[in-house]
C-alpha cells in the first residue's frame, strides 16, 4: 500500500510539472462549454433570402413582409432577376429565392387560385428543408388571414414539450459535451502515460524494480482520475451557473456514473498506451481514430436511430453513448438508477473487459 | 537548394521507415470518410408515437391511421392511460405522446370545437421541433378532411390555394451525404497536416536531435520547409485518396466545378494549416504538450466550422470566431466547388483570406521558432 501511494505521488509530480498540459486540460471544458452551450444551435436562424417581386402588388407586400419579420430568414433588400439568382446561390450568399409570377394578386382574387416559386440552395438539405417548411408555413398562416370568419369543427393542438419547456440546445448540448470531454480527456492522457516510458526507456527501470505491474498501472490512471472529476465538477458548475440548466435528479448519482465512465475512458488509454510502441501512434489513435467517432456516436449530433443497422452496433461500443443516456435520465429527466441500471452495467462491463485486456497485454510485455 | 533537397530525402526516408505510422495517417482518414458519412443524417424520420385515446370513436381512429399512415411516424402503442403515455416518455420508448379526449367526435360535431393534447420529448429541441410540426399538420389534414366532409353536407367549400411549388437546386435529391462528405474531408486532411507536421517537429525536440541539426549549418529556413513539403505532400495525398477512392467510388460524388481550382485553394490552405501546425510546435516542447494543444484548437475548429452546425445561425460573437478559423474557409470552398460548380469569380473572397492566413500563421511561427532555440 505505501509503494502505491509512493507511486501514485510522483505520478501527480509528473502530472503537475507540465503546466501547459494542465491549463489546457482545465481549459478545454470550460472553453467547449461555453461554445457548444451558447454558439451552437440546430434551429436555424437568419438564412438570407432574396425575394424577384414580379408583381409588386399589396398581396405580394404583405407576404414578404412576413417573411422580413420572420426569425427564421433574412430578406436581402436587393430585388435581382432570376439570372443573378443563381450567382447569389454559387457565391454562397444566398440560401432560398422566393418567386411572385407576375399578376400574382390578380390570380388570387379572381381565380382563387396563385402560385409562388421557392428555389432553396440544397447543398444542405436540412437547411434546405426547413427553410421550404418555414415557408410553407407562412404562406399558410396568409392564407387563412384571407380566409374571413372562424373555421368550422376546428381541432386545436395543446402542445406541451416535456423535460425542455423552452427549446433550448443546451438541454441536449451539455450531456453531449459531459460524455465528450471526459472520455477524450482521460483517453488522450492515459493513452500517451506507459508508451512514454517506453519510448524514453524509463519502462526498464520499472520493471527490472519488485513492483506489481498493476500497482503501476493504477497509479497512472489515479492523478487522470481526480483530474477529471475536477473537471467535471467545473462542467457541472458551469452548466448551472451560466446556461441555466437544471440538474433534476441526484448529484451523488451522477457524480458516481460519471467516474464510472471516466473509468471505462482509463482504461481504453490505457490499453491503447499498453499495445502501441510510440507516443506518435498511441496519439493517432486517441485524437484522429477518436475524436470524430465520438461525437458522431454519441447521439447528441445526429439521432442515432436513424444510422443503418450497422452504424447503430458500432455505436454501441463507444462508451459515451450510454453515459449521454444516462446523464439525460438523470440530470434533465431527475430519474433514478432504476432507469439506468442497464447502462450502468454496459459501462461496469466494458470497464472490466477493457482492464482485463490491458493488463493481459501489460504482463506479456513483462517476460 | 542542395541542402534542402537532402533534408527532403531524410524527411521522406524517415516516414516510410515507419510503414505502421504511414498506413495509419493514410487508413484512419480513408476509413473514417468511408463510414461517418453513413451517421451523420439529421432528418426526423420514424418519430416513435404513443397515442392514448379515451374516445374510440371513428374519428380518433381515424385520426390514428392517417397519423400511421404518414410513414413518419412509428406507433409504438395505442392505450388510454396517459400514466403508461408518460413512462414511454421516461423511457424513451416514444417521442411523443398524442392524447385524445373523451367525446372528441361528439364535442366536435355539436360544438365545433375539441382540442387535443400532445406531449414531445423535447430534450432534443430541434427534433422535439420538427416531429411535433409533422404531427400538427397531420392533424391539421385530417381536420380539413373533416371539415370538407360537412362541407358537402351543406354550403360549398370556397377556398383559396397559393401553391408554393419549392425547387431544390445544386442537390435535387436532397442528399445529406453530398454534404457531409466534402465537409469531413476536410476536417481530416486538417487533422493529418497539422497534427502530424506539429508531432513530428516536437518528437525531435523531444529526442534532442533537433540541437544536432541547429550546429550544423543548415538554414533555418531550409529545416522548416524540409518540415513542412513532406507533410504538405501527405496532405494532398489523403486529400486525393479521399476524393477519388471514398467520395467518387463510394458516395458517387464527381465534383461539378473545376479540379483545378479545388486543388489550387487545398495547396493555399494546406500551407496555412502547416503553418499552424508548426506554430504549435513552437509553444511545445513535449509530445503530449504538442497533442493537448492540438487537441484543444481542433476541437475549437470542428465545432465553429460550419461542419455540424450553420455558421448563420450562431450568435454574432460566435461567427465572429467563425471567420477566424481556416477551416470554415475550407469547408465552404469544397461545398460550393464541388456541389455548385463555383468558379475562381466566386471564391476570390476566400483565397485572399486563406492567403492572410498562410501568412499570418507561417511568419508567427518563425518568429516564435527563433525565440525559442
Known amino acids: 500500500m505505501r509503494q502505491l501511494f ?12 507540465d503546466q501547459k498540459t494542465l491549463l489546457l486540460l482545465f481549459g478545454l471544458p470550460i472553453v467547449q462549454i461555453i ?20 408583381s409588386k402588388d399589396e398581396a405580394t407586400q404583405k407576404i414578404i413582409e412576413k417573411f422580413r419579420t420572420n426569425s427564421s430568414f433574412k430578406l436581402e433588400e436587393s430585388i435581382l432577376g432570376t439570372k443573378e439568382i443563381e450567382e447569389a446561390f454559387k457565391e454562397g450568399k444566398v440560401k432560398m429565392a422566393l418567386i411572385f409570377p407576375a399578376d400574382f394578386e390578380n390570380d388570387l382574387i379572381h381565380e382563387n387560385r396563385a402560385s409562388i416559386q421557392l428555389i432553396a440552395d440544397a447543398t444542405d438539405p436540412n437547411t434546405a428543408t426547413t427553410l421550404v417548411n418555414h415557408a410553407n408555413t407562412i404562406i399558410r398562416d396568409f392564407r387563412q388571414e384571407l380566409a374571413t370568419g372562424r373555421p368550422d369543427h376546428s381541432i386545436a393542438i395543446d402542445t406541451r414539450n416535456i423535460y425542455n419547456p423552452e427549446l433550448k440546445g443546451t438541454t441536449n448540448f451539455v450531456p453531449g459535451v459531459m460524455a465528450l470531454v471526459l472520455l477524450l480527456i482521460c483517453v488522450l492522457m492515459t493513452s500517451v502515460s506507459i508508451v512514454k516510458e517506453k519510448e524514453s526507456g524509463t519502462m526498464e527501470i520499472l ?7 498493476f500497482m503501476v498501472i493504477i497509479a497512472k490512471a489515479v492523478p487522470y482520475l481526480l483530474l477529471s472529476i475536477v473537471n467535471l465538477s467545473v462542467i457541472l458548475f458551469l452548466s448551472v451557473y451560466l446556461l441555466d440548466m437544471p440538474i433534476n435528479g441526484s448529484i451523488a448519482l451522477l457524480f458516481a456514473v460519471s467516474i464510472l465512465l471516466i473509468m471505462t475512458a482509463l482504461s481504453l488509454g490505457l490499453l491503447i498506451s499498453n499495445s502501441t510502441d510510440s507516443q506518435q501512434a498511441a496519439m493517432l489513435i486517441s485524437l484522429m481514430g477518436m475524436l470524430l467517432p465520438t461525437m458522431m456516436f454519441t447521439g447528441f449530433l445526429f439521432p442515432l436511430e436513424n444510422m443503418p443497422w450497422p452504424l447503430q452496433l458500432v455505436a454501441n461500443v463507444v462508451p459515451s453513448k450510454w453515459y449521454y443516456i444516462i446523464v439525460k435520465d438523470v440530470m434533465i429527466k431527475g430519474l433514478g438508477f432504476s432507469a439506468i441500471w442497464k447502462e450502468t452495467l454496459i459501462l461496469t462491463g466494458m470497464t472490466a473487459f477493457l482492464l482485463f485486456v490491458s493488463i493481459k497485454k501489460f504482463k506479456i510485455r513483462l517476460s | 537548394m542542395r541542402v534542402l533537397s537532402f533534408l527532403l530525402q531524410k524527411e521522406f526516408k524517415q516516414i516510410f521507415r515507419n510503414p505502421t505510422l504511414l498506413r495509419m495517417i ?54 388510454n392511460s396517459m400514466d403508461k403515455g408518460f413512462g414511454y416518455l421516461e423511457s424513451d420508448v416514444a417521442d411523443v405522446v398524442l392524447e385524445i379526449p373523451p367525446g372528441f367526435e361528439r364535442n366536435l360535431v355539436r360544438e365545433n370545437h375539441e382540442q387535443l393534447f400532445l406531449a414531445i ?22 381536420n380539413e378532411e373533416i371539415r370538407l366532409e360537412w362541407f358537402q353536407k351543406g354550403m360549398p367549400a370556397k377556398s383559396t390555394v397559393i401553391e408554393a411549388q419549392a425547387i431544390n437546386w445544386f442537390n435535387p435529391l436532397l442528399n445529406y451525404q453530398f454534404f457531409m462528405v466534402p ?39 531550409h529545416f522548416i520547409l524540409g518540415k513542412l513539403i513532406p507533410f504538405w505532400v501527405i496532405g494532398i495525398f489523403v486529400f486525393t485518396l479521399g476524393l477519388f477512392l471514398v467520395a467518387r467510388l463510394i458516395y458517387g460524388i464527381v465534383p461539378v466545378g473545376s479540379l483545378a481550382l479545388l486543388y489550387g485553394y487545398l495547396a493555399l490552405y494546406l500551407v496555412a494549416v502547416l503553418g499552424i501546425g508548426l506554430l504549435v510546435s513552437t509553444y511545445s516542447q513535449t509530445q503530449q504538450q504538442a497533442m493537448s494543444l492540438a487537441f484543444f484548437l481542433m476541437m475549437i475548429f470542428l465545432l465553429m466550422s460550419g461542419l455540424f452546425t450553420s455558421v448563420e445561425s450562431m450568435p454574432p460573437w460566435a461567427r465572429v470566431i467563425a471567420q477566424f478559423n481556416p477551416v470554415t474557409y475550407f469547408i465552404e470552398v469544397v461545398r460550393m466547388i464541388i456541389m455548385k460548380g463555383s468558379g475562381f469569380q466566386h471564391v476570390t473572397r476566400h483565397f485572399l483570406i486563406m492567403a492572410g492566413f498562410a501568412a499570418v500563421f507561417n511568419t508567427w511561427a518563425i518568429i516564435n521558432y527563433r525565440k525559442h532555440t
Open chain 2, 183 to 221: 465537409g469531413i474531408l476536410v476536417v481530416l486532411v486538417t487533422m493529418v497536416g497539422a497534427y502530424m507536421c506539429a508531432l513530428n517537429i516536437v518528437k525531435e525536440k523531444e529526442v534532442g536531435t533537433i540541437e544536432q541539426i541547429n550546429v550544423t549549418p543548415i538554414r533555418k529556413h
Open chain 1, 207 to 213: 520493471l527490472v524494480s519488485p513492483f506489481n505491474p
Open chain 1, 6 to 17: 509512493t507511486f501514485i505521488k510522483k505520478e501527480f509530480k509528473h502530472v503537475f510539472r
Open chain 1, 35 to 54: 461554445l457548444f452551450g451558447f454558439a451552437l444551435t440546430n434551429e436555424i436562424k437568419d438564412a438570407s433570402l432574396v425575394v424577384v417581386d414580379y
Open chain 2, 121 to 142: 420529448n423535447a430534450i432534443n429541441g430541434t427534433k422535439a421541433n420538427v416531429g411535433g410540426g409533422y404531427l400538427a399538420s397531420v392533424i391539421s389534414s385530417f
Open chain 2, 26 to 79: 493514410l487508413a484512419i482518414p480513408v476509413i473514417q470518410l468511408a463510414i461517418l458519412p453513413l451517421a451523420a443524417d439529421f432528418e426526423i424520420k420514424n418519430i416513435n408515437v404513443v397515442v392514448v385515446d379515451h374516445d374510440h370513436s371513428t374519428y380518433s381512429r381515424d385520426l390514428v391511421n392517417k397519423i400511421t399512415a404518414s410513414g413518419y411516424f412509428v406507433l409504438v402503442d395505442y392505450n
